[in-house]
């Protein structure tokens, strides 16, 4: 490996290296570059898969060309012998076979559309349609857009139309939300799937350690039981808009909007975000507690309270010191 390095230092021997047709077999073979994939990963995945014998004489002669931010994600199809500068001049081109949209979980419905309208290899028809006709357009008979969602990466054919995946994300997140409520635990309080989808955004934007999402859940359900305001800061930063600054003040906290639950009872009116199936899971299956508070550790965790003594000697240590 040394010695086709050294051999490979210069410019002579980069050029030789990009120019010798690459011993891929069997073909057609299927290469997934994925999302946030760099030069040295992809330089490793396509010498595990067998399309370059040297992941170091790739990356080499990437860093060489400047191509280490130029990578377009999407599946791409080899089905005849390349050599390593047409394999590099193919994935900077964006010649795939099949292309590629990431939906985060606890992405906001503004944040999946900014998605979708960057990705250049679909076809925007959602463009410029009413919420309305948006979700007739995909099957939906929810009346707004949020948390309707499933958070995943979705592949299409290129020029496919952004409707299309927009139908698949649709379907899979009612056929997770309808298999979590007939597996639901029994007497929540309930009363339409579409309000534990609401509950389980909450718990997604609440959570920073995935396995506190049942705990998370299970406060805020002792707290509608109990009638008490949920107060939780993500549904106010909802309500806020775009006039969030990423400042949560006291006065956001008192001003009333449909989504600020420390000024209203009961859930809001939509969800807030786009919930994983582990928060669908927890919002319908929460963790028997008696806590009915919880502060940040400030390292992703939370310390909870069933009393507001308890709570506030939490706050004190936590968040006050």
């Known amino acids: 490996m040394l010695a ?6 210069g410019a002579g021997g980069l050029a030789w290296y990009g120019n010798q047709p690459l011993r891929i077999e069997p073909l057609p073979k299927t290469v997934n570059v994925t999302p946030g994939m760099h ?7 396509l010498e595990r898969e067998g399309v370059i014998g040297s992941a170091q004489a790739f990356w080499l002669l990437g860093r060489a060309l400047g191509k280490a931010g130029t990578l377009k994600v999407g599946v791409y199809t080899l089905d005849r012998p390349l050599t390593p500068l047409e394999l590099y001049g193919k994935i900077q081109r964006g010649e795939v076979s099949q292309a590629i949209v990431q939906f985060i979980e606890g992405w906001s419905w503004r944040e999946v559309s900014a998605a979708l309208a960057a990705q250049p290899m679909l076809k925007h028809d959602s463009a410029g349609m009413s919420d309305a006709e948006l979700l007739r357009a995909i099957g939906a008979e929810e009346r707004h857009p949020e948390g309707l969602l499933f958070p995943d990466t979705y592949f299409f054919a290129p020029h496919s139309s952004d409707l299309g995946v927009l139908r698949r994300a649709y379907r899979m997140q009612h056929e997770r939300l309808m298999a979590a409520w007939e597996a639901r635990a029994p007497g929540l309080p309930y009363r339409t799937p579409y309000e534990a989808l609401i509950m389980a955004s909450i718990v997604e934007k609440e959570t920073g350690a995935a396995f506190e999402r049942p705990m998370i859940a299970g406060v805020f359900l002792n707290r509608l039981r109990l009638g008490m305001r949920l107060q939780t800061d993500p ?9 969030f600054d990423g400042n949560l003040r006291k006065v956001d906290l008192q001003t009333d909007t449909p989504y600020n639950t420390y000024t209203r009872r009961g859930l809001p009116p939509t969800p807030i975000a786009m919930p994983s199936e582990a928060a669908i899971r927890a919002a319908l299956n929460p963790a028997k507690t008696d806590a009915l508070y919880f502060v940040s550790r400030r390292d992703g965790t939370h310390v909870f309270s069933s009393n507001l003594a308890a709570h506030n000697n939490a706050v004190n240590r936590y968040q006050r010191r």
């Open 4 to 9: 086709i390095l050294a051999a490979l230092a």
């Open 235 to 243: 549904t106010v930063i909802y309500g806020l808009g775009e006039r």
């Open 39 to 45: 030069l040295r990963s992809l330089s490793v995945m």
